[in-house]
């Protein structure tokens, strides 16, 4: 199975006052994730399902994206994505798309960072806007999860 990990777009802590769920992108954070979601298109980023966090600034991500690749019927929030996200609601999750061979997740950070890192082990850190490759490898079921990380793709890079 891939699994793409696409950590949200900015968004200004700074500029809000409001709940930390309801902090959306910044104005530049959604044009950005559109430049972003154009190169992903070039990439032919085509996964089966696309989970999202249920934070706004997530959620925007994900719309953004599901929106240029033309995914949207595939676009499903998922609580277990929220902020405090890790490598051990992966299993779960993945069981309830068994038929999928590809899933894109967006999120936050440090839960990816420390999500790939355990599938992987390696150690990334995700900029915002960042996008990783991970190919899971089979295993027994109660195994834990391991992967190899295939590219991990800083926002510099995609937004070009």
Known sequence: MELYFLRHGLADRSAWNGADEERPLTEEGALRMAREAESLARLDLAPEVILTSPLVRARQTAQIVADRLGLLSRLQVDE???ADFGAARLPVMLADHPG?????LVGHEPGFSETVGELTGGKLVFKKGGLARVDLQPGEPGEPLSGTLVWLLPPKILVR
């Open 100 to 104: 999928a061979s590809s899933l894109l």
């Open 80 to 82: 277990r994505l929220a």
